[in-house]
């Protein structure tokens, strides 16, 4: 499977991901967005979504905030 890398090295959808999430944090979303929000806005299958949240979690970009399904960017 190829994955495709922008010059910061996150993946197309990592990058979506992370920058909906930017937005989200920018517009006072105390709680975090849901993981079915981010599907239902990105158009992206939710083992897409749940793959790229553990890759930016893991790269410390973004964190769990309620619960394991509403997740902000740092």
């Known amino acids: ?5 922008d010059v910061n090295g996150l993946k ?5 991901v992370l920058e ?6 920018s517009i006072g979303q105390e709680k975090g967005m849901p993981m ?3 599907c239902q806005q990105l158009k992206l299958p939710m083992e897409k ?3 790229s949240i553990r890759s930016l979690e893991d790269e410390g970009l973004i964190y ?3 619960d394991e ?3 902000k960017a740092t």
Not at 1 to 5: A, G, I, R, T
Not at 20 to 25: A, E, V
């Open 1 to 5: 499977m190829s994955k495709q890398f």
């Open 12 to 16: 197309d959808c990592d990058q979506l």
């Open 20 to 25: 909906r999430l930017q937005q989200s944090s």
């Open 36 to 38: 079915d929000e981010l």
């Open 49 to 51: 979504i749940k793959e």
């Open 64 to 66: 769990s905030t309620i």
């Open 69 to 71: 399904f509403h997740y």
